[in-house]
């Protein structure tokens, strides 16, 4: 909790097919091939059909078009999932640089002298608070916000404590509060806004995003906003 050492309240700025596996073996050790591989499984195993076929009961020119059509199919199934993983990895290495938010109430001052933080509010509310404090709880800075609607909202704050003085670049931390219309009660959730140095792709969990003001990577479901 933080200590209360600030003696003034300043506003603030709120912006609101898998492969098969009857492949040759030399296939498993060459993916870039997999999708011609499987076109000469096909025909291989369609001519043997054909020549084994009964000669009293051949293969009718609608079944043998329904089985082409049937891989086909197939085949453009595996090339539209391909191009839709490539292109989500590309999405996903556009991250790079940007701020995301996440759950924590991390408040990362940078060398230009301003820091965003951001929150979510259950219902509108008459009056919403931020606390600034430093890594041992102590209170720099109270930041007046107002009224804000509910849901998912920013604000900044210019990395002056309440005294006046400039506080060195750093992380923070911060707290919120806000007053419910009428009384009603109203939760804050607070999300730090930290840069996204690198993203991970692959893995069983999925792609991983990398963040910068020593926080853990997260998942891209534990993002609620890009800035």
């Known amino acids: 909790m933080l200590s209360s050492q600030a003696s003034s309240v300043m506003p603030a700025t709120v912006t609101s097919l898998p492969n098969g596996d009857q492949l040759p073996k030399s296939a498993q050790n060459n993916q870039a091939t ?23 009961n051949p293969m009718s020119a609608s079944d043998f078009a329904a089985e082409l059509a049937q891989f086909s199919t197939a085949i453009g199934v595996q090339q539209l999932q391909s191009t ?12 790079v640089g940007k701020n995301v938010a996440v759950a924590g109430n ?14 979510n509010l259950s219902g509108p509310a008459s009056a919403v608070t931020v606390t600034v404090g430093d890594a041992q709880g102590n209170l720099l800075q ?15 704050w210019n990395g002056l404590a309440a005294d006046g003085s400039t506080l060195p670049a750093g992380t923070y931390q911060f707290g919120i509060a806000a007053a419910g219309v009428k009384g009603a009660n109203v939760t804050a959730t607070a999300y730090s806004v930290v840069p996204v ?4 792709l692959g893995g069983s969990n999925g792609p991983t995003v990398d963040l910068g003001a020593g926080l853990a990577p ?3 479901s534990d993002i609620q906003q890009v800035f």
């Open 218 to 220: 997260v998942g891209m």
């Open 142 to 156: 109270v930041l007046n916000l107002g009224p804000q609607q509910a849901g998912t909202q920013s604000f900044t």
């Open 106 to 119: 991390a408040l990362v001052l940078g060398s230009g002298g301003t820091a965003t933080g951001a929150y």
């Open 84 to 95: 839709q993983q490539s292109y989500g990895n590309l999405q996903l290495s556009g991250l």
């Open 197 to 200: 140095t690198g993203v991970t």
């Open 34 to 56: 997999n999708a011609q591989l499987n076109e000469n499984n096909f025909f291989q195993l369609l001519t043997a059909q054909l020549e084994n076929q009964d000669p009293l």
